[in-house]
């Protein structure tokens, strides 16, 4: 019993060996890095930056909302270095759960697929219906009103729209098509709209500054007054909940915090570029300049039409869901709306693709590996793209969109994102204190970028000789937690960093529960909650300590983390705090969709796992083990799950 017990908690904690096998990837290569930076931005700046920016600054910062977007932009770059580091390690399609895959374990690669494949659906099912209101706005409500009066569905427990939206379904199918079309005409589009967006923003932020009046952010109460009087009663007096303070953060620091949660989902969207480690002509250069570019061109966005909409308008007159066309009637261009609108639309459409674009490569990505059904693994010999997850993800999506009221859905997004983050910056802070390599140097050498027709290889391994030997095996002792034996990492290393790494995101969850339920409680120096967060805290500095004092790895990366191991760490800490402020709804709704997945996993995926059959046919597998470097060791005792070791 306890043998079969072992076996399947081995089983669970299997992980991937990236082999090199010689093979071409079955997608085209044929996205540069502009394509990659337009593919971020395009996604990661929707319509967002048109709305969001009024909203926080009218109900929670005022003008200070450039600092919520520069600390948001800050903590979002946390997980972004993350997924660059990652992106120059691992040149294949699946974004967070390959990275899962070959570090932490299937089980931790499953969930956090499934909770990918979540994200995706609903961020394009709810994109789809945004970009559908937003053209029925352009045209005065005679859409939804034609569908309310002879398709109305008044279904009681607000799961079903009020009505049917035919519109979104067949943009979203539309789209759909033209991924199936090719990845190249779809980054074609991508970037004409986005270009089209950073014009409309451009013009918005010059508009801003021109006509934008410095008082604004430094506003009286006498203004507020001033202007309620001249509401002719329209308005009732509220200094409080409408005015704060005044000046340039009238909501104070509470509100500049709570401001910056909220734009923090402002900056989601840059890990699709980690999807297209096989589209890219060169991944390991590609990809980390594609997620740092992107996140900084858009931190200047909203940065810049935040600061510019503050500057046109007082935060308190601003209007939470059409934001700039009320700003620039109030400076006398009432006409630009237009342009705002055209830039809308544009925003939606690259954030519609942004978010169709990884579907299905995460479900080609799962399936491949035989977690999901096999035959969605299948790749199009014409337009060398997943054809059948492209066409599934896209139909499932498109119903969402036409049937069902997407608001009570939106918050499960944030937690297969937040999920992901949190485990790629894991993934990345246990790898870089592991012996060995996720790919030999013969393999690294095959990655090339084609430039012209011309073939140029890509080297990123050390020339040192860390990877001449097997990994030193050494007895565990306590010495070794804060004293090292050598500069370079060992088995023993390792799994100090894999248990260690493991203790400190529980006590960080633990950290993250109390700061986010009892807050109050803590500020007001209540014992009963200040004690056990200062001895959590303490735990983690401890952990933290014994992390940093063992030896990194000298693997030649073309992108590496700084600031091990605070940075990656810090990461986990914002992006699980973020998911602990979810409400309870939200949480049973995720438990549902996880015991769904578990059922694929446990009676299908767990048996047609592709490492599980290569580890149950030896002869198969052994001379692949051989043209491989190893992973790591992972946890203690368990030698066997092993990816390999150095001829």
């Known amino acids: 019993m306890a043998r079969m017990l072992s076996n399947f908690g081995k089983s669970l904690l299997r992980r991937r060996a990236l082999n090199d096998s010689g093979e071409e990837s079955q997608f085209a290569r044929c996205l540069s890095t502009l394509d990659l930076i337009a593919l971020g931005v395009g996604s990661t700046l929707g319509a967002g930056v048109y709305v969001l920016a009024g909203e926080v600054a009218r109900e929670k910062a005022g003008p200070a909302i450039v600092l919520c977007f520069l600390i948001a932009a800050l903590s979002s770059m946390l997980a972004g270095l993350c ?274 674009f990884p579907m299905p490569r995460v479900i080609y990505a799962m399936a491949e590996d035989g977690l999901l059904f096999r035959i969605l693994s299948r790749i199009n010999r014409r337009t060398k793209t997943p054809l059948l997850a492209t066409i599934a993800s896209g139909i499932v999506a498109a119903l969402m969109a036409f049937l069902f009221d997407l608001a009570a859905l939106v918050d499960l997004m944030s937690i297969g994102t937040l999920l992901a983050y949190s485990l790629v910056a894991i993934c990345v802070l246990i790898l870089r204190y592991q012996p060995g390599t996720l790919n030999s140097p013969s393999q690294t050498e095959k990655l090339v970028e084609l430039v012209e027709g011309e073939k140029v290889a890509v080297n990123g391994v050390d020339s040192g000789d860390e990877y001449d030997d097997a990994p030193l095996k050494e007895p565990f002792t306590v010495k070794l937690l804060f004293c090292p034996s050598g500069k370079n990492p060992t088995k023993t290393s390792g799994n100090i960093v894999y248990a260690t790494t493991a203790i400190i995101s529980v006590l960080i969850t633990l950290l993250c529960a109390i700061l986010a339920n009892c807050l109050p409680k803590l500020l007001a120096g209540h014992p009963g909650v200040l004690v056990p967060c200062v001895i959590l805290t303490l735990l983690c500095v401890v952990c933290v300590i014994i992390i940093w004092r063992q030896p990194e790895s000298k693997e030649a990366l073309t992108f590496k983390v700084p600031l091990l191991p605070w940075l990656p760490l810090f990461s986990v800490f914002v992006n699980i705090y973020l998911m602990m402020q979810l409400d309870m709804s939200t949480w049973l709704r995720f438990t549902v969709w996880m015991l769904i997945g578990f059922a694929i996993y446990f009676f299908y995926g767990i048996r047609n796992s592709s490492e599980a059959a290569n580890r149950s046919s030896p002869r198969k597998y052994e001379p692949a083990l051989q043209t491989k470097s190893p992973i790591y060791t992972g946890a203690p005792g368990d030698s066997d799950m092993e990816a390999g070791s150095s001829p």
Request: proline share 4%; aromatic share 14%; hydrophobic share 50%.
């Open 83 to 356: 997924y660059a580091e990652f992106g120059a390690r691992v040149p294949k399609t699946g974004s967070a759960y390959l990275y899962s895959y070959v570090t932490v374990g299937e089980i931790w690669a499953f969930i956090t697929g499934w909770n990918l494949i979540l994200s995706y659906v609903i961020g394009t099912a709810s994109v789809a219906r945004a970009w559908s209101s937003t053209f029925d706005n352009l045209v005065e409500q005679k859409i939804s009103g034609f569908f309310k009066a002879f398709m109305s569905m008044k279904v009681p427990g607000g799961v079903l729209a009020e009505y049917p939206d035919l519109f979104a379904l067949i943009l979203i199918l539309l789209l759909t098509g033209l991924l199936a079309f090719g990845v190249s005409e779809s980054a074609l589009v991508n970037k004409i709209f986005t270009g089209i967006n950073l014009v409309v923003l451009g013009f918005v932020i010059i508009s801003g500054f021109v006509k934008g009046d410095t008082t604004n952010w430094n506003l009286t109460e006498e203004n507020y007054i001033h202007f309620i009087n001249e509401s002719n009663g329209s308005r009732t007096l509220q200094v409080k909940e409408e005015f704060g303070a005044g000046g340039f953060a009238p909501f104070g620091f509470s509100g500049v915090l709570s401001g910056a949660a909220t734009c923090f989902y402002a900056f989601v969207g840059f890990d699709c570029i980690a999807t297209t480690s096989e589209e890219a002509k060169n991944p390991m250069r590609s990809i980390p300049i594609g997620i740092v570019a992107s996140l900084l061109i858009c931190f200047f966005a909203y940065f810049g039409v935040s600061a510019a909409l503050t500057l046109m308008m007082p935060y308190y007159q601003l209007d939470t869901q059409s934001p700039l066309p009320e700003a620039f009637t109030y400076v006398g261009w009432a006409p630009a709306r237009y342009i705002v609108a055209v830039g809308s639309l544009c925003a939606l459409s690259t954030s519609l693709l942004g978010s169709m």
